[in-house]
């Protein structure tokens, strides 16, 4: 047996999956690829494939038949979905209820092929006039380390921009060590900041090599705002993002556009981080490299359908790191660690009119990846969430693990309520909720960043406006108690 | 329709906190909300401090550039001497009348037992607390 053609990974579906799955998951199959509405080549020779599947695994004794003529380890995806529900079951209530969902995705230790595929990184620098002093210095000691330690594991290509950007040591090209290292020592900072300039030569890099296999990723570093091309950029981080290349973005200071630098990493699955100091950037660097260095699959991305009558409020991403994903689909998700999950956080809102229903369907659809670290014999997954519609109420039983992602993620959203308010004027109510936050955040122990938070209402009472390094802190430190840890500092 | 205990904001059923102003939701088995007034009695003064503002308050000791006041200033009942903290505890009426110790340094006591800091631990009408080594009273008045 060929094994592209392994019928539970055509389906999307373990070996495990029950009757009513497989027929689901084929179902899904077949209303995406049927003939009558898909046109693209191929997926004519796809459906054929998921039908003769179906066929088999529809029928026990076929199914058993063909069980046998697998080895042990065939017919398990590589990939293991795991959701836990903030219920076990919707009541049938007569009014909107809320729902949530968190979906754990975690390689199946057996198919980790300890053969990671090859890194494609571009490291896009800003060396505007403000990065001078201590935050060149220390994104220069920090290039330097990453272009030692990536040299033999890959591409590391670099290019630094301000209003316009110059290849500094292109993708795949052969130099001498001390040749590079040096060009690194004499980087000068002048000029604006144009991060478009900047993403789109790093793009013309990762796009030398790129490659199915690898780990295709730019990583920006700016300290400053760019002017007028934001859009552009959006739009180049949508065409990188297609092509499977992912972004992070590191914003060094307080003056960069954390709402706009955020938007274009989550774009492509991948997240923002705040350097307040610039000898933080070393670490945070080096803990994103040792996070490409253990992705099992990348290019992970979602995509189906709500179900009738059911809003996705948010979807947040909490592990392997934090960031804030779109609510529409496809959505980007980021990568599948080696060691771990990639857990994803989904609030749902249903609206009344489920009463006569058996179960009610949040979300179906597949998780669609690109396998670095894992045998390309499957590339999607089947994932439903559904929940049963029951009479009875006595159903509060929320694990542990969602109510602490939520009550960490409603002080993230306090924050963005917060800012939003800010931006729209409401100075009163912006004052109010990050004063709510504060008394929050003391009460979990996080003493100094509630104590930031109160200066920061002090401030905005007085001039109605909150400072940028404040802002930034607020924003960044409340995301940080989302991580597994979950605490921005000891407590004392 | 849930009702936040904290600041009464609406919330559509099945949510697990408060949009508004981050409170936990969820109401199995908590002892009840005070209604009636509290008041603080500082056995060692006799002396009783009436609470105004019922639903949440930090007890301290208020000190010179010091940022973050406590609602309620023991400074001038000893409290230095006594080895209060300048944010000491926290104590709340959501979900039950609770008091959290934020991190003291001498700790917080119910009816002599130190408690885990940065843990809200229910108190009732009567109980012992001791910041430090200062004693105080929790009287509630219908």
Request: hydrophobic share 35%.
């Amino acid at each position: 047996m060929e094994k592209k053609s392994n019928y539970y990974n055509l389906l999307g579906v373990s070996k495990d999956a029950a009757p009513q799955e497989i027929r689901r998951a084929y179902h899904e199959a077949v209303l995406r690829l049927h003939p009558d509405v898909n046109m693209s080549p191929g997926d004519t020779e796809l459906f054929l494939d998921i039908q003769g599947a179906y066929d088999v695994l529809s029928n026990p004794n076929l199914k058993a038949n063909y069980d046998d003529s697998l080895s042990a380890n065939e017919g398990y995806l590589p990939i293991d979905v795991q959701v836990l529900y903030s219920q076990l079951a919707l009541p049938q209530f007569k009014e909107t209820q809320l729902i949530y969902a968190l979906m754990s995705f975690t390689p199946n230790d057996d198919q980790i092929s300890n053969n990671p595929g090859p890194l494609n990184i571009c490291l896009a620098l800003d060396r505007s006039t403000s990065m001078k002093g201590p935050r060149l210095d220390n994104v220069k000691e920090t290039t330097l380390h990453l272009y030692r330690q990536i040299k033999d594991r890959g591409s590391l290509s670099i290019v630094t921009f301000s209003d316009r950007a110059e290849v500094l040591l292109p993708a795949g090209a052969h130099r001498e060590p001390w040749e590079v290292e040096s060009s690194i020592h004499l980087i000068q900072s002048g000029g604006g900041t144009e991060i478009y300039q900047g993403l789109m030569a790093a793009l013309a890099e990762v796009y030398r090599l790129l490659d199915t296999s690898a780990v295709n990723h730019i990583i920006l570093l700016t300290d400053g705002m760019t002017y007028g091309d934001e859009e552009a950029s959006l739009k180049l981080a949508e065409t990188a993002a297609r092509q499977g290349v992912s972004i992070t973005c590191l914003g060094i200071g307080d003056d960069w556009n954390d709402v706009f630098l955020d938007k274009l990493a989550s774009i492509t699955g991948g997240s923002s981080f705040y350097a307040s100091d610039p000898v933080e950037i070393g670490s945070i660097l080096k803990d994103k490299i040792s996070n490409i260095n253990r992705v099992f699959a990348s290019d992970v991305i979602l995509d189906g359908k709500i179900g009738t009558g059911v809003d996705l409020n948010y979807q947040f991403r909490l592990q392997p790191e934090i960031g804030e994903l779109p609510d529409n689909f496809p959505a980007h998700l980021g990568t599948i660690p080696n060691d771990g999950s990639l857990k994803v956080l989904l609030e749902f809102l249903i609206y009344p009119g489920h009463e006569n229903q058996d179960r009610i369907s949040l979300f179906e659809g597949r998780l669609n990846y690109r396998c670095v670290n894992c045998p390309p014999t499957a590339s999607s997954l089947y994932v439903d969430l559904n929940l049963p519609v029951v009479t009875s109420e006595s159903l509060k039983k929320t694990p542990e693990s969602i109510v602490k992602a939520v009550e960490r993620l409603s002080l993230y959203r306090l924050q963005q309520k917060a800012y939003q308010e800010l931006s729209e004027g409401k100075v009163d109510l912006a004052a109010k909720h990050l004063q709510h936050l504060s008394n929050r955040l003391l009460s979990l122990g996080e003493n100094d960043l509630s104590q930031a938070i109160l200066e920061e209402v002090a401030n905005l009472l007085k001039s109605t406006t909150i400072s940028a390094h404040g802002k930034k802190r607020i924003k960044y430190g409340t995301r940080s108690l989302l991580l597994p840890s979950g605490k921005t500092n000891p407590v004392s | 329709m849930i009702i936040c205990p904290t600041c009464h904001h609406h919330e559509v059923q099945g949510a697990l906190f408060c949009s508004e102003c981050g409170s936990h939701l969820g109401q199995e088995d908590q002892n009840p909300v005070i209604q009636g007034s509290l008041s603080i009695y500082l056995i060692d003064h006799d002396h009783e401090l009436a609470v105004t503002d019922l639903e949440s308050f930090t007890l301290g000791r208020f000190d010179e550039g010091q940022s973050i006041m406590p609602d309620i200033d023991l400074s001038s009942y000893q409290a230095f001497e006594r080895g209060v903290s300048r944010l000491h505890a926290m104590i709340r009426n959501e979900q039950g009348l609770t008091i959290t110790d934020l991190g003291s340094s001498n700790g917080t006591y119910i009816n002599g037992e130190r408690v885990e800091p940065h843990i809200p631990h229910p108190i009732t009408q009567g109980d012992l607390l001791n910041l430090g080594k200062m004693k105080l009273k929790i009287l509630i008045q219908d």
